[in-house]
């Protein structure tokens, strides 16, 4: 029997129904897929670390070129045995635990009598792991594999067995104190929300004073309308200059901690016996609070990519991009150009 016009309409109809929601099934399996494989490779696992921060007391890890300890509070709280003040980033150590946890070899290998087979004869680092309440586990990291992906690696309670695992517990366990430092989050500085800005260039050989150029804000048709700009009693608010020093304190992100409790030597070094530049940033916060952001420039970083910082009276030492200071340097060397 020949199908009339309804009966067709209502077969396309339920086929593209159908079609969506077999594309629909198709996706949720492709995204369990992918999860399932990023697990089993120790990769995004934040459920794991969070686990991990708690049920341990200890952990110490070796490269080869450098040795970190950490310790554990019983609210689970990582410190850094060095300095317990230091703002340790918890992610750090718990992204090696949930590796730890997610412990999964890739091949399990019986240990030939010469461990130099697989560099474990000298280990190229070790780790040690402290259970709240039980005995330690210590692993020993020998070389990497021919594909340099992975490595050899012996727990030490089982001398008869060497695993081969993913090198990305080697590759966290390399990363430098400094960069697990839990960075400050600088306010996001609206225009609107900033009262007043004050720039202050370097210092000159000859004794000149150095250059300040003070900026102040005025508003137009209530508190929320547009801002007004004054140099003195100079409107600049479509000054070139002045936009995009606005545009950059707006976006103005700390990259990375660089030296968190530095030395003279090491301040002097990185240009904060003569600083290059210091804003002052007087800004309500969205509480309604008064707020200031201060901000110290230091020399260029070594590879050119940014200049050093502090922030306020601290002495820890960050660092900034350069792209991200340009409007800002120009103006404290040469102030807001009136023409």
């Not at 929300?193 to 004794?207: F, M, N, Q, T, V």
Request: aromatic share 6%.
């Amino acid at each position: 029997m020949e199908m009339d016009w309804r009966q067709r309409r209502t077969v396309t109809i339920l086929s593209a129904v159908l079609l969506v929601l077999l594309a629909a099934v198709l996706i949720v399996l492709g995204i369990r897929y992918r999860e399932g494989r990023q697990t089993e490779q120790g990769e995004d696992v934040p459920a794991m670390a969070a686990a991990a921060s708690s049920g341990y007391s200890a952990l110490v890890y070796s490269n080869g070129s450098a040795t970190l300890s950490f310790s554990a509070a019983e609210d689970g709280a990582w410190t850094w045995d060095n300095d317990p003040k230091f703002p340790l980033r918890q992610e750090a150590v718990n992204s090696i635990l949930a590796l730890l946890i997610n412990w999964r070899p890739q091949q399990t290998l019986a240990a030939e009598e010469d461990l130099s087979a697989y560099g474990l004869d000298e280990p190229a680092g070790f780790l040690t792991l402290t259970w709240a309440d039980g005995p330690a586990r210590t692993l020993s990291f020998g070389k990497t594999t021919t594909d340099g992906a992975s490595r050899y690696v012996m727990d030490q309670s089982d001398a008869a067995t060497v695993y081969i695992i993913a090198d990305t517990l080697f590759t966290q366990m390399s990363v430098p104190i400094y960069d697990m430092c839990e960075v400050p989050v600088l306010p996001l500085l609206e225009e609107g929300a900033i009262r007043s800005i004050l720039i202050r260039g370097p210092e000159h050989e000859d004794g000149t004073p150095a250059l300040v150029t003070i900026l102040t804000t005025a508003k137009r048709g209530g508190d929320d309308g547009p801002v007004t700009w004054l140099q003195g009693s100079e409107n600049v608010t479509d000054n070139t200059a002045l936009r995009a020093l606005l545009e950059d304190l707006r976006a103005l992100v700390l990259t990375k901690c660089v030296d968190y409790d530095p030395s003279d030597e090491a301040l002097e070094i990185c240009g904060f016996a003569a600083p290059a530049a210091s804003v002052t940033v007087n800004y309500t916060s969205a509480t309604g609070t008064d707020e200031t952001l201060s901000l110290t420039v230091g020399a260029q970083v070594l590879d050119g990519s940014g200049r050093y910082v502090r922030l306020g009276d601290s002495t820890t030492i960050y660092s900034l991009p350069t792209a991200a200071l340009d409007p800002l340097m120009r103006l404290a060397a040469n102030g807001l150009d009136l023409t």
